[in-house]
T-cell receptor
């Protein structure tokens, strides 16, 4: 298995632009998690899905952030409009039971 | 809500020495405790985990201990090597949380040759 796949690996954009991050979980996993990592706040859970249904989105910072999981093999995290304070590394993780497997992350820089 | 405290935030040891990282959790219903290692530019990788029905688990140079009464668990790395240098995260979850993990803030371990 290729593991969790995220794209793009790096994204540089200007303030106000829309950003879409993509994730393909490990086949057969039924839970998917989106995290944000910064030096100041560490690893923060933004939202997680179980069987494609959003379970807890209390970590989503504000309405500018949205996430979807249209099927078991794909999820997106969208930021619109983006702001410089959104600059961070965004990780996607998937799990079947307890063990979460992380993707390589997307490093987002908003200028 | 659930909270996980991790100490120390940074740790420097000489190659060959042991390293210990400690975490405490607040929710007594927590029953699964994984440890992740994150190398520079990579995502966190699971290195060992323990469930609440076990007090200790060992895998080669890595061991984890759990004290349910004190709500405390620790990672022990023996005979440290330079390649052990990374950021280590502890986490906790409870039955019914559908896999949701609460992470500590991380410990940056530096092993000096």
């Amino acid at each position: 298995d290729a593991g969790v796949i995220q794209s793009p690996r790096h994204e540089v954009t200007e303030m106000g632009q829309e950003v879409t991050l993509r994730c393909k979980p490990i086949s057969g996993h039924n839970s998917l998690f989106w995290y944000r990592q910064t030096m100041m706040r560490g690893l923060e859970l933004l939202i997680y899905f179980n069987n494609n249904v959003p379970i807890d989105d209390s970590g989503m910072p504000e309405d500018r952030f949205s996430a979807k999981m249209p099927n078991a093999s794909f999820s997106t995290l969208k930021i619109q409009p983006s702001e410089p304070r959104d600059s961070a590394v965004y990780f996607c993780a998937s799990s079947q039971e307890r063990e979460q497997f992380f993707g390589p992350g997307t490093r987002l820089t908003v200028l | 809500g659930e909270n996980v405290e991790q100490h120390p935030s940074t740790l420097s040891v000489q190659e060959g020495d042991s390293a210990v990282i400690k975490c405490t959790y607040s929710d007594s219903a927590s029953n699964y405790f994984p440890w992740y290692k994150q190398e520079l530019g990579k995502g966190p990788q699971l290195i060992i985990d323990i469930r609440s029905n076990v007090g200790e688990k060992k895998d080669q140079r890595i061991a984890v201990t759990l004290n349910k009464t004190a709500k405390h668990f620790s990672l022990h790395i023996t005979e440290t090597q330079p390649e052990d240098s990374a950021v280590y995260f502890c986490a906790a979850s409870f039955q019914g949380s559908q896999g949701n993990l609460i992470f500590g803030k991380g410990t940056k371990l530096s092993v000096k040759p």
